[in-house]
Nanobody
Framework: QVQLVESGGGLVQAGDSLRLSCAAS????????MGWFRQTPGKEREFVAR????????YYADSVKGRFAISRDNAKNTVHLQMNSLKPEDTAVYFC?????????????????WGQGTQVTVSS
């Protein structure tokens, strides 16, 4: 079955960087657009970034544009999220997900498999 496992979260200070990874198995990884989302308690899951099958197209939420970078390694079935200049408002559980659709969207309903999430906490 499809499994997505995130790693790389942690506690950092404002201005620091983190690199999240998502290891995928049970799917033909290179056939799918992948996305990163985040969620804080009491709020809906929020789109962060997505990357198309070959990595040729990326798209970011305005809140992270210029600070975060999504990438993928199809040979290793992994997708990464490099997070720079972190802010306290970036604190959340971060999830990777597989898109149902070729281009990917910003809506969680359009993603069919999810990892368990990794906590990112940014202190001020």
């Amino acid at each position: 079955q499809v499994q997505l496992v995130e790693s790389g979260g942690g506690l950092v200070q404002a201005g620091d960087s983190l690199r999240l990874s998502c290891a995928a198995s049970g799917l033909v990884f290179s056939s799918y657009t992948m996305g990163w989302f985040r969620q804080t308690p009491g709020k809906e899951r929020e789109f962060v970034a997505r990357i198309t099958r070959t990595g040729g197209s990326t798209y970011y939420a305005d809140s992270v544009k210029g600070r975060f970078a999504i990438s993928r390694d199809n040979a290793k079935n992994t997708v990464h999220l490099q997070m720079n200049s972190l802010k306290p408002e970036d604190t959340a559980v971060y999830f990777c997900a597989r898109s149902r659709y070729f281009g990917g969207t910003i809506f969680p309903r359009d993603y069919d498999y999810w990892g368990q999430g990794t906590q990112v906490t940014v202190s001020s």
